[in-house]
């Protein structure tokens, strides 16, 4: 029965995320603007944080589902002109859409009519009562966003009222005035009214940092998601107290309802994926990490050198210092090694996380304290995925010199994760001179196919399966696989069908090996080509899903052929044509029982392995 799981698991992997994101994602049209007012004159105050804030905040909405748009140090008609265009989108999008408006900098109160103002960064002179003419006022923000769009759900978030704004204006006071609550709009200060906000912090705010960590936490409503936030910032600071009005009549669940991950995921990088971030700043200086008395320990090797050979670069050296972590049935889980390439002056960091997490948000690496850098995942195999840093001599001097490494990403439930290496024993084992000269072990060999490889396809096929719970809803899949010669599906394509959701998505795998960041292209027949980056590597391949329109499904009906393009390891171009003409109808046919579909591939897999026992030269 395992067998038949493994030729199933396309379809099995976009079910559970379907299952896991349906709420999310699929079902709402999602619209951010996140503004950063960081660099103001002298005499109004300038701010250390506001672009950090924008950051962590823009990447935690992306993870969520959320097209956002990011203005830095905002004059007042940027502002103006940013929000205008963030009521057209809600109100093109009918009234399942979400907005999140997210301001970062200075703001003020004004006496005389009790309103809030955002300080743009050409407000210069805040002594002369013009200033006024110059601020937005929020007020006039929450109204615009209510009238465009009034059945949207509208998040707007005042990160502002800073200790270091300047007010020697009479009329003016530091904090902000409470307001009344606004239909449709949940209304967030980073702050209580008529009381400041602190700018601490090197990495962003207190606020935005809690705030962009309870974002991608599921199964939380606004309500609980703001509790925690104002907890954590309270925490931070000692002093600090958020202050929310909330105008909606029903709960929101901004990354989703459910919490389940995929059991698709290897379990042993499923228990470490769902173990809550370690505190960076208590790195371990052991070989062993005890996650807690309840949890498996992570198991580290020594640090190691070993130099070897590059035959693809001019015969030249390269050599490997490194360290891996594994559970206690030897699983690796998390891996760091630092690359150094004979007459090249540029070295590598290489971290590697488990399959599973989510790919956009790309990883952060610490040293004990020092400030977080941030790199996207460029590779997966079947070892995990990796992402490569620039190992500056400063940044190698750190580990030479620090206690732990924290490597950072998202999971496949949107849950931060931090695991930490252990620094003790780096130095030395990168002092060694090298022992031996052997073949580069190098990075692993692209699983992803080369041009020209045979493959057979499983006819287009339609199955509808209910989702976990007793009130869960029907998902639909009009799904094919590609086939290599000995039986592995290698390539998938599949369109998922949520009952009662509007939203639809066609969802590509192309094999593990793939380079991440090019992303991947579709094209049905000669039509223009859509792209769309990968979203999640397992076992089985890495995924990019498209959103499926009713023209989409409808050129997929009366095509002949669906194009899937990548890039592969090597940096060569991989496109599989999958054919069409049974796919109206299987998509408009009677749905097949799950079963007699696991029964088929079966079948075809034997088939397979028959013939490429019979082939010439076996």
Not at 44 to 73: C, E, H, M, Y
Not at 448 to 457: I, R
Not at 459 to 484: E, I, S, Y
Request: aromatic share 8%; glycine share 8%.
């Amino acid at each position: 029965m395992g067998r038949i799981v493994r030729l199933t698991v396309w379809l099995v992997i976009a079910l559970l995320f379907t299952m896991c994101l349906a709420k999310t994602s699929l079902a709402q049209k999602r619209f951010a603007l996140v503004i950063g007012n960081k660099d103001y004159a002298p005499s109004v105050g300038p701010l250390k944080n506001p672009l950090n804030d924008i950051d962590l905040i823009s990447r935690a909405l992306t993870q969520i589902g959320f097209q956002v748009v990011i203005v830095k140090n905002a004059t007042r008609i940027d502002i103006n002109r940013e929000v205008s265009h963030l009521a057209r989108k809600l109100e093109d999008s009918g009234d399942n859409a979400i907005g999140f408006l997210y301001y970062s900098g200075h703001g003020v109160a004004r006496a005389r009519d009790r309103f809030n103002y955002l300080i743009p960064v050409d407000v210069t002179d805040m002594s002369n009562e013009d200033f006024w003419f110059n601020a937005v006022s929020l007020d006039a923000i929450l109204l615009e966003l209510e009238s465009s769009a009034p059945k949207a759900s509208k998040f707007v978030i005042f990160d502002a009222c800073r200790n270091e704004l300047r007010l020697p204006t009479k009329g003016t006071a530091k904090g902000f005035e409470a307001i009344r609550q606004t239909n449709g709009i949940f209304v967030a200060f980073s702050t209580s009214p008529n009381y400041t906000a602190s700018d601490i912090g090197e990495t962003g705010g207190p606020y935005a940092r809690a705030l962009a960590y309870e974002l991608v936490r599921p199964g939380q409503d606004q309500l609980t998601l703001f509790q925690n936030v104002k907890e954590r910032v309270f925490e931070i600071t000692g002093t600090q107290r958020p202050w929310e009005s909330n105008g909606f009549i029903h709960r929101v669940y901004l990354a989703g309802e459910r919490k389940e991950l995929p059991k698709t995921v290897d379990e042993t990088a499923r228990t470490y994926l769902t173990t809550p971030a370690p505190d960076p700043k208590t790195a371990p200086a052991v070989g062993s990490i005890d996650q807690g008395a309840t949890e498996p320990k992570i198991t580290f090797s020594s640090w190691m050198k070993s130099c070897g050979i590059d035959r693809e670069a001019n015969s030249k050296q390269v050599c490997r210092t490194s360290n891996e972590g594994r559970a206690g049935a030897g699983e690796r889980v998390v891996a760091a090694e630092l690359i150094e390439r004979e007459n090249d002056l540029k070295k590598v960091l290489r971290v590697t996380l488990p399959k599973g997490m989510s790919i956009q948000p790309g990883t952060r690496v610490i040293v004990d304290n020092d400030q977080p850098i941030t790199a996207p995942y460029v590779i997966c195999f079947k070892e995990g995925c990796m992402a490569d840093y620039e190992a500056s001599r400063e940044l190698i001097a750190k580990l030479k010199k620090g206690q732990g490494l924290s490597i950072q990403g998202i999971n496949g439930a949107g849950q931060p994760i931090s695991l930490v290496v252990p620094l003790t024993g780096f130095a030395t084992a990168n002092a060694r001179p090298p022992t031996q000269q052997t073949a580069a072990q190098g990075t692993p060999q692209p699983a992803a196919p080369v041009a020209g490889t045979q493959l057979t396809f499983f006819p287009w096929t339609r199955f509808c399966v209910k989702g976990q719970g007793a009130n869960a809803d029907h998902v639909c899949f009009t799904g094919k696989d590609g086939w290599v010669e000995s039986g592995m599906p290698v390539v998938a394509a599949v369109l998922i069908e949520p009952e009662n959701e509007p939203k639809k998505v066609l969802r590509v795998t192309l094999p593990l090996g793939m380079s991440i960041q090019p992303g991947t292209r579709v094209i049905v027949d000669n039509d223009p080509p859509m792209t769309a980056p990968y979203v999640f590597c397992f076992d089985n391949g890495c995924m990019a899903d498209y959103e499926a329109s009713g023209e989409l499904i409808g050129k997929l009906k009366r095509g002949q052929g669906l194009v899937i393009q990548g890039i592969n390891g090597a940096g060569q171009p991989i496109s599989v044509v999958f054919p069409l003409g049974d796919f109206a109808n299987a998509y408009d046919g009677p749905p097949t029982d799950p079963k007699v579909f696991e029964e088929q591939q079966k079948k075809l897999r034997e088939e397979l392995q028959r013939r490429a026992e019979e082939a010439p030269g076996r």
